[in-house]
T-cell receptor
């Protein structure tokens, strides 16, 4: 069966450290993988997109890697801040319909 | 340039009533997607629409749920004869027609439906 798995346990890290979140998928062949941030009571906000033929993408303090052999994406936030505390969702785009299929998300808590 | 607008933000319905959720996409976006998020669960795809067309409704329950995106006006997600299990946050996203998938989607703030 198809699965997109993210750590269900919350990730707690100290301010200034690098947070690394994992997204693993099975039985998908995504053309694109996207990462979103969701705050309580709000809709997801798009952060980064990476294509199947790209290994790495960066944007300011954010970095995403995509390994289609391992079927895994890693999402890094460097120099993390308390304002980075949120739930982070990975989403795959497959097929021609372009719909996003989401993982369940990982809650990140950055403490002082 | 306003983002994706959803209304109402909160909707309370008694069991058996109808719920109508509205979504106005961003200007220039002709593709609309509806997602449902149950408490402590991930976002589940429901339906993908373009103007006057349903493209993919593989995530829609077969009964009581319907969606439309008319030529004029917002997209509507309709739930007839609501039950307690329909209580969830319903999110709408939109995207432009020329970058499907290769483009971050813009989500609205959602409608929180509570069935009492």
């Amino acid at each position: 069966s198809q699965k997109i798995e993210q750590n269900s346990e919350a990730l707690n890290i100290q301010e200034g450290k690098t947070a690394t979140l994992t997204c693993n998928y099975t039985n998908y062949s995504p053309a694109y993988l996207q990462w979103y941030r969701q705050d309580p009571g709000r809709g997801p906000v798009f952060l980064l997109l990476i294509r199947e033929n790209e290994k790495e993408k960066r944007k300011e303090r954010l970095k995403v890697t995509f390994d289609t052999t391992l079927k895994q994406s890693l999402f890094h936030i460097t120099a993390s801040q308390p304002a980075d505390s949120a739930t982070y969702l990975c989403a795959l785009v497959t097929g021609t319909a372009s719909k996003l299929t989401f993982g369940t998300g990982t809650r990140l808590q950055v403490t002082l | 340039n306003a983002g994706v607008m959803q209304n109402p933000r909160h909707l309370v319905r008694r069991r058996g009533q109808e719920a109508r959720l509205r979504c106005s996409p961003m200007k220039g976006h002709s593709h609309v997607y509806w997602y449902r998020q149950l408490p402590e669960e991930g976002l589940k795809f429901m339906v993908y629409l373009q103007k006057e067309n349903i493209i993919d409704e593989s995530g829609m329950p077969k009964e009581r749920f319907s969606a439309e995106f008319p030529k004029e006006g917002p997209s509507i997600l309709r739930i007839q004869q609501v039950v307690r299990g329909d209580s969830a946050a319903y999110f709408c996203a939109s995207s432009p027609p020329w970058k499907q998938g290769n483009y971050g989607y813009t989500f609205g703030s959602g409608t929180r439906l509570t069935v009492v």
